[in-house]
């Protein structure tokens, strides 16, 4: 079945979700390759500000299905959009989408250093949890120091 019309079968809702997970992977993207990093994360920040909450008071926890439509959304916007999508920009799509929902996920991103060279690996992590960016070798990666996100 085409692509086109795996997205008309879907439900309103699920398909609204993946349009803008789509353009926001892509305006992401394209912020990665053209602004200092910290300069898109101010912009991610005006852009989609959260709902109002008091930020002092703890976060409830996330529903499943809030949770697994994002994951599905940024996971089949990364297989249709064009390249290769990289962690960092799936795992910022995933925080701004998660935290628009009022939630308070971490970015993380973490090196490693091979015999050969370094490696850098980016993953959300919302209430102790890896949400975005799991490997089964995660554990390598050291994580950097906050970069305390404007969100």
């Known amino acids: 079945m085409s692509p086109v019309l795996k997205l008309l079968r879907l439900q309103r809702c ?9 353009l926001l ?25 959260p709902p109002h909450a008091d930020p002092a008071a703890p976060s409830p926890r996330i529903s499943r299905r809030t949770l697994r439509a994002v994951v599905w959304a940024v996971n089949t916007s990364s297989r249709y959009m064009p390249g290769d999508v990289k962690c ?10 998660i935290y628009r929902r ?10 490693a250093k091979t015999a050969d060279c370094l490696e850098a690996h980016a993953w959300v ?13 995660l554990s ?12």
């Open 102 to 111: 009022g939630y308070r996920p971490e970015l993380k991103i973490g090196v």
């Open 140 to 151: 390598r990666f050291t994580p950097m120091p906050s970069l305390e996100s404007k969100m």
């Open 14 to 22: 699920d398909r609204t979700l993946l349009i803008k997970t789509y």
């Open 125 to 137: 992590e919302l209430q102790g949890h890896v949400i975005m960016g799991l490997m089964n070798d």
């Open 88 to 97: 960092l920009a799936r795992a910022l799509v995933t925080q701004v989408l």
């Open 25 to 49: 992977l892509g305006f992401i993207r394209l912020g990665l390759w053209l602004l200092p990093f910290q300069t898109l994360q101010k912009w991610l920040a005006t852009l989609h500000h």
